[in-house]
């Protein structure tokens, strides 16, 4: 894969989706790094249906800390893991009402050092809240990277670096939601949807699925 073909690759992402963005609800940055700490091993459509409830109710650190851990629950419970979720939910707002007035903040160590936070969720509130060029690797960016050879790696901190330095930096912002929303809707990993997709002949997939 050359810069020639990323390029292009990318191009034709903007072009059929020039301002592309996260599937999870959210209208602030807290919302969003909530929603994001409980899409972990979950679909953004379920976490999407528990914080409709929720955020009506409480949508600061300060409201949900004082919702407290087990009326959390009530809301979350439809949601995978969400006992601990709903602890490190509880630990995440009282830090962030301790150490930076409930406002979420904008560095990626201080991110990480919050309770259920790693780096991919770091990455994503980087990215999307704040406007950073930061790439969170999940299993559908880890799959397509690879997959296309647009940036292959071992793991996804690999991965991560590979993106960062080879995608062109004009369309660096929105990387991460193309990539994520092609190997949701189209480079999905049982059975690509190689027919239907746009970078078909400049991915270097050898195994491709003609439908």
């Given amino acids: 894969m050359n810069q020639r073909k990323r390029y292009e690759i990318f191009s034709r992402f903007k072009a059929d989706n020039p301002n592309p963005t996260t599937e999870l609800n959210y209208k602030t940055p807290f919302e969003l790094l909530i ?29 949900i800390f004082d919702l407290g851990e087990e009326e959390l629950k009530r809301y979350i419970k439809t949601i995978g893991l ?14 962030l009402i301790e150490k930076y ?19 991919k969720t770091a990455n994503v509130v980087l990215n999307t809240a704040f406007g950073q ?8 960016i880890f799959r397509v990277s690879n997959r296309t050879r ?12 590979k993106l960062l330095k080879f995608i062109p930096e004009e369309f ?13 809707y189209v480079c999905v990993a049982r059975k ?8 078909e002949d400049l991915c270097e997939f050898k195994q491709k699925v003609i439908e």
């Avoid at 060029?133 to 559908?140: G, K």
């Avoid at 647009?150 to 670096?161: M, S």
């Avoid at 660096?172 to 949701?184: E, K, P, T, V």
């Avoid at 690509?192 to 970078?199: D, L, T, V």
């Fill in 35 to 63: 929603a994001v700490i409980l899409s972990a091993q979950a679909t953004d459509k379920s976490v999407n249906k528990a914080t409709d409830t929720l955020y009506p109710v409480a949508n600061t650190a300060q409201a």
């Fill in 82 to 95: 969400f006992n601990s979720k709903a602890a490190n939910i509880i630990k995440t707002c009282a830090l």
């Fill in 101 to 119: 007035q409930g406002e979420v903040p904008e560095t990626r160590e201080a991110l990480e050092a919050l309770p259920g936070v790693g780096r």
């Fill in 133 to 140: 060029p930061a790439m969170a690797v999940d299993t559908h």
């Fill in 150 to 161: 647009i940036a292959p790696g071992k793991n996804v901190l690999e991965v991560e670096k």
């Fill in 172 to 184: 660096l912002l929105d990387a991460h939601h193309w990539l994520i929303l092609h190997g949701r």
């Fill in 192 to 199: 690509p949807r190689c027919g239907a997709c746009i970078i």
